[in-house]
């Protein structure tokens, strides 16, 4: 079995109410106005905690997702919790688009903080935005992608290497603080079966994590990691994120009353 397993949830999957959460999840919530933040942070909690679920087999209801915490340390970097007590997994969490993707390190499988991972969704990218972000080597790909696979592989291209860095810079458990140019992605093609495709991320002082990608219909999805790992297993009742439509649903009603 990998080290790791991801799972994927969408908006249908969010519990009503907010019996689901733990009292710091739902101080963290009610400092949030704004309808795409509150929503967001809702549905990554789903995620994370329904995969905790799915891997101690525990059936998702609400009062069991109610015992798990999907925490954050002061820079922002995720942490689980079962019933108050540490959960052992190491856990990164990503949403886009109304999907949400946990990734899970198995206990006791990887020295903690050393997974990150992104959901992007294949959308319009502007050679502005490729010449500000991403770095010499990286733009030079993108312009490959096209000129092999037209206006799709430019925009897939450019939002994998986003996708990438961002997974990569939470590892570094920095985020966006980081210059997105201080991690340089290289990007194989997909040669396996499951639809994983290896990536490497040098990143400044060099250090190089390798990770994998995948596309899943309108979705890509990114990991990076410490060290090498086999690519994540898929935890029993995810969603299919190559059949899911990406939505804005927040856009209705973008304050929250
Ligand atoms: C990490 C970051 C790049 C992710 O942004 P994003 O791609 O828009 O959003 P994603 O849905 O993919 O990821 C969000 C999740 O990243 C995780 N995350 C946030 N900061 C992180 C960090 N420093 N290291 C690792 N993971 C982090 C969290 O789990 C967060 O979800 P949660 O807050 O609901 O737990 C962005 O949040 C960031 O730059 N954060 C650092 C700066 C910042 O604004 N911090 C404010 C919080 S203190």
Redesign the pocket.
């Known amino acids: 079995m990998s080290q790791m397993r991801w799972f994927s949830c969408g908006e249908d999957a969010v519990p009503p109410g907010e019996a689901w959460l733990v009292a710091r999840e739902r101080e963290r919530l009610a400092r949030m106005r704004f309808t795409k933040r509150r929503s967001?942070?809702l549905l990554?909690?789903c995620a994370g905690k329904r995969a905790i679920a799915a891997a101690l087999d525990l059936a998702p209801e609400a009062a069991t997702l109610g015992r798990i915490a999907?925490l954050?340390a002061?820079?922002?970097?995720?942490y689980a919790e079962v019933d108050g007590a540490p959960a052992g997994f190491d856990v990164?969490?990503?949403?886009?688009a109304g999907q949400?993707v946990a990734l899970l390190g198995e206990p006791g499988s990887m020295p903690s903080g050393s997974l990150?991972i992104?959901?992007e969704i294949v959308e319009t990218r502007s050679a502005g935005f490729v010449a500000d972000f991403l770095t010499p080597p990286e733009q030079q790909w993108v312009y490959a992608e096209r000129e092999r696979a037209g206006v799709d592989g430019w925009d897939a291209a450019a939002n994998l290497i986003w996708s990438a860095k961002?997974a990569a810079?939470?590892v570094?458990?920095?985020?966006?603080?980081a210059d997105t140019r201080s991690v340089v992605v290289s990007v194989h093609p997909v040669d396996r079966e499951d639809g994983w495709g290896r990536l490497a991320i040098a990143a400044a002082g060099g250090a190089t994590f390798p990770g994998w990608w995948r596309r899943d219909g309108a979705f890509l999805l990114t990991m990076a990691t410490r060290l090498p790992v086999d690519p994540p297993g898929l935890l029993p009742g995810s969603a299919d994120l190559a059949g899911a439509v990406p939505v804005h649903s927040w856009l209705a009603n973008p304050l929250h009353h």
């Open positions: 967001e942070y990554r909690r999907m954050n002061p820079g922002g970097a995720p990164s969490l990503t949403d886009r949400a990150g992104d959901l961002e810079l939470k570094l458990r920095v985020g966006l603080r």
